[in-house]
């Protein structure tokens, strides 16, 4: 069965630090990797997603996340954080058509000002 | 616009009263889900559906019940809700189908049991 794991439960930076959540899947497929980011009292919306191609890709607000295929691998970049990203991000998995979505536990970042 | 529409947006109820959580989606998607949210639990599943006619318990599927009888709708049923079903409870679509296939959240529904 697919799984995500997400390494750190809470993180705690300062403004301007870099950022990088782990995200770690088991899955033998050919996968859809996504990062969804809910700020509080909102809904999951989507951050950046990956199908094919440039294992590097880059999402909204200055988030990037690399696709890593030998370590079943999709961190969670930003090289400095503000206040306004305080939130949880959710890492997910899809194996394609027909396939169900499997969510990672969560990780919430809180930024400092 | 397109959107994922849940309905209510909160609702309080007694233990025992039958409830159905609305949610629609106008984008013609054929997989739908819910999940609720509890803190420190993340997002489980609760049950998904790959098309019309076609549901599957998710992760955590007791105490519920869907269906899915129209490609845009996909409410959800507590036939006799308990106190542990107090959540925020979202549901969400997709087409399943290359780029344009990641999850579209409708706006939460969140759900008292007393």
């Known amino acids: 069965a697919q799984s995500v794991s997400q390494h750190n439960h809470h993180v705690i930076l300062s403004e301007a630090a870099s950022l990088e959540l782990g995200c770690n899947y088991s899955?033998?497929?050919?996968?859809?990797l996504f990062w969804y980011v809910q700020y509080p009292g909102q809904h999951l919306q989507l951050l950046l997603k990956?199908?094919?191609?440039?294992?590097l890709v880059k999402g909204i607000k200055g988030f990037e996340a690399e696709f890593i295929k030998s370590k079943f691998s999709f961190n969670l970049r930003k090289p400095s954080v503000q206040w306004s990203d305080t939130a949880e991000y959710f890492c997910?998995?899809?194996?394609?058509?027909?396939?169900?979505?499997?969510f990672g536990p969560g990780t919430r970042l809180s930024v400092l000002p | 616009e397109a959107q994922v529409t849940q309905n209510p947006r909160y609702l309080i109820t007694v233990t025992g009263k039958k409830l159905t959580v609305t949610c629609s989606q106008n984008?013609?998607?054929?997989?739908m889900s819910w999940y609720r949210q509890d803190p420190g639990l993340g997002l489980r599943q609760i049950y998904y559906?790959?098309?019309?006619?076609?549901?599957d318990k998710g992760d955590v599927p007791e105490g519920y019940k869907v269906s899915r009888k129209e490609k845009r709708n996909f409410p959800l049923i507590l036939e006799s809700p308990s106190p542990n079903q107090t959540s925020l409870y979202f549901c969400?679509?997709?087409?399943?189908?290359?780029?344009?296939?990641?999850?579209?959240f409708g706006n939460g529904t969140r759900l008292t049991v007393t």
């Open positions: 969400a679509s997709s087409p399943l189908q290359g780029p344009n296939s990641p999850l579209h």
């Open positions: 899955y033998g497929g050919t996968v859809n």
């Open positions: 990956y199908f094919s191609g440039d294992p």
């Open positions: 997910a998995v899809n194996g394609g058509y027909g396939q169900n979505f499997v």
């Open positions: 984008m013609n998607h054929e997989y």
């Open positions: 559906s790959m098309n019309v006619e076609v549901t």
